[in-house]
């Protein structure tokens, strides 16, 4: 018996459909990033930023050993373009303020037309200037 082949085309037409929609951008997965300040770890990844998504979301982790951890991220989140565009989280699916460890997903509203790279800034109490993480995506 024969068994169909899949045209090259077709593998990488589903490749590319697969990595668009488990948040890698042109193929490549984009990494988390980190930050460490006055006692608090922040980690921030893209999760899904593909150009058809709905909403463009971030994985987001804070530790500390020392303080209540009491930001509001949906509030104190922004996500800018290259070009300048700056806007508000959508929405935060997560751990609610307090305790020592929260986990969750930020949302926002994907930016057209897609810019070359995306900064993400979260402003957290008592800090003078917000975290910054940054992603090239093309």
Same mark, same amino acid.
């Given at each position: 018996?024969?068994?169909?082949?899949? =045209?090259?085309?077709?593998?990488?037409?589903?490749?590319?459909?697969?990595?668009?929609?488990? *948040?890698?951008?042109?193929?490549?997965?984009?990494?988390?990033?980190?930050?460490?300040?006055?006692? !608090?770890?922040?980690? @921030?990844?893209? !999760?899904? !930023?593909?150009?058809? @998504?709905?909403?463009?979301?971030?994985?987001?982790? $804070?530790?500390?050993?020392? @303080?209540? $951890?009491?930001?509001?991220?949906? &509030?104190?989140?922004?996500?800018? *373009?290259?070009?300048?565009?700056?806007?508000?989280?959508? @929405?935060?699916?997560?751990?609610?303020?307090?305790?020592?460890?929260?986990?969750? !997903? $930020?949302?926002?509203?994907?930016?057209?037309?897609?810019?070359?790279?995306?900064?993400?800034?979260?402003?957290?109490?008592?800090?003078?200037?917000? &975290? =910054?993480?940054?992603?090239?995506?093309?």
């Amino acid at each position: 018996m024969r068994r169909p082949r899949l =045209s090259l085309a077709v593998v990488l037409g589903l490749a590319i459909a697969g990595a668009a929609a488990s *948040g890698l951008a042109f193929g490549r997965e984009l990494a988390e990033q980190t930050s460490r300040d006055r006692g !608090v770890t922040v980690r @921030a990844k893209p !999760v899904d !930023v593909s150009p058809g @998504a709905k909403a463009w979301t971030f994985e987001i982790v $804070l530790e500390t050993h020392s @303080a209540e $951890l009491t930001d509001d991220l949906q &509030r104190t989140a922004t996500l800018a *373009g290259a070009g300048g565009t700056t806007q508000g989280a959508s @929405a935060w699916e997560g751990d609610p303020p307090g305790g020592h460890h929260r986990k969750g !997903v $930020l949302r926002f509203a994907p930016i057209a037309p897609q810019p070359d790279a995306l900064v993400l800034r979260i402003q957290r109490p008592g800090e003078s200037a917000p &975290r =910054s993480f940054r992603w090239a995506l093309k």
